[in-house]
Nanobody, 115 residues
């Protein structure tokens, strides 16, 4: 069973930056798509950013121009650089991968934006 492991969350002041990472626990020949979702307290989980196998990216309107998703195929690893963070970005961020048509999720990493 493939496991996804996130890292990079934490507490940062408004305007600061964080970089999230997500790694698959084993070598995978083909990942259809990867992405980051987040869930804030009292809210539904929402898509933040997505990257296809070919590298096409999509972002939620709320993070466009501030967040950048990227991947390293050789290491089955995905990243998200988050800049100009706002208090409303506070949430648990979940890594997601579509591997051979099946959805895999990480356990989440907490990002807190507060002064």
């Amino acid at each position: 069973q493939v496991q996804l492991v996130e890292s990079g969350g934490g507490l940062v002041q408004p305007g600061g930056s964080l970089r999230l990472s997500c790694a698959a626990s084993e070598s995978i020949f083909s990942i259809n798509a990867m992405g980051w979702y987040r869930q804030a307290p009292g809210k539904e989980r929402e898509l933040v950013a997505r990257i296809s196998g070919s590298g096409t990216t999509n972002y939620a309107d709320s993070v466009k121009g501030r967040f950048t998703i990227s991947k390293r195929n050789a290491k089955n690893t995905m990243y998200m650089q988050m800049n100009s963070l706002k208090p409303e970005d506070t949430a648990v961020y979940y890594c997601w991968m579509d591997i051979y048509g099946m959805n895999y999720w990480g356990k989440g990493t907490l990002v807190t934006i507060s002064s």
